[in-house]
């Protein structure tokens, strides 16, 4: 018996021997398959994000040589020796903080409206959606000169409407809210998936809130909200991202002021590495966004497990 069990044993790791090498061979094919995009990713991202943590411990601007200074670029913006820091700050979180949550409530509505079986909605679907195929430059500069304190149609609406004009863009206290309100005609992308998201819920579960003599808001309640909350779990985390990288708005419609009342992060990146060619603090301000994002994304992460309900998760317990 013992020579058939050696038998056995060695065509087993033969056997075990051709499977390891066949698979080595389709990594490898794979691999190689795969290596452009590999290398482009390497090269365009995983590179540039590691030179931008070690520039953010340099003192550099473009042609020179970087010099290592450690963390005096962070101690520098937490000192609030850059007068600019803080001031960002404060503008991004209260433009994220109100116009993300806003945003997608607002959105989630309409695509509810959207929803519904009437007359025309493809083209009213077409409408909500149009604002996101027009460049975002062409678009401020349209609603910049809309909303105009002094000879803008807006105010000028206002105006025939014996209403009280606002300074909109022109003014401190309302700059913010302008551009939250601008940022709601972006929102085209979010509807879509929420529509997508809804058109998938069940009939049959409307039905069954029908047969219990529930109404719409029960609907909405106990059927849309739930159904749709891995939706708006999406939205919500893309929203806030694109939220703390906002720059195309400011940039164009404000620069920033006035008072430096709409400065926000990224357009003050951007004036600190650019403008003032300081790239070694405008690498460390980066990596603060950088940080502030990924921690932001792992919190909403984490407090969704509770709150988002995905189909089919009891089975797979």
Known sequence: MKPLASVHERELKAERGVRHKRK???????????????????????????????????????????KWIGFDNYASLFSGADPFFYPAVKATVYYVGLSVPLGIILSF????????????????????YLPVIIPLAASSMVWMWLLQPDFGIVNYALDALHLRAS???????????????????????????FLAGLQGIPAHLYEAIELDGGNRLHKLIYITIPMSSSIIFFNTVIAFINGFQTFVQPAVMTQGGPNNASLLYVLYLFNEGF??????????ISVLLFLVIMLFTAAIFYFSKSLVYYEGKEERR
């Open 109 to 128: 509505f309409l695509a509810i409206l959207l929803n519904q079986q009437v007359a025309g909605k493809s083209f009213f679907r077409g409408v909500f």
């Open 24 to 66: 080595f061979g389709e990594l490898g094919l794979g691999l190689l398959f795969a290596s452009p995009v590999l290398l482009g990713y390497v090269i365009f991202v995983i590179v540039p994000i590691a030179a931008t943590f070690y520039l953010g411990f340099t003192s550099y601007s473009v042609g020179t040589v970087p």
């Open 275 to 284: 403008k003032s060619s300081r790239m070694g603090s405008a690498s460390a």
């Open 167 to 193: 300074r909109w863009l022109g003014d401190t206290t309302s700059v913010v809210p302008t551009l939250i309100l601008f940022s709601f005609w972006t929102l085209g992308n979010t509807i879509v998936i």
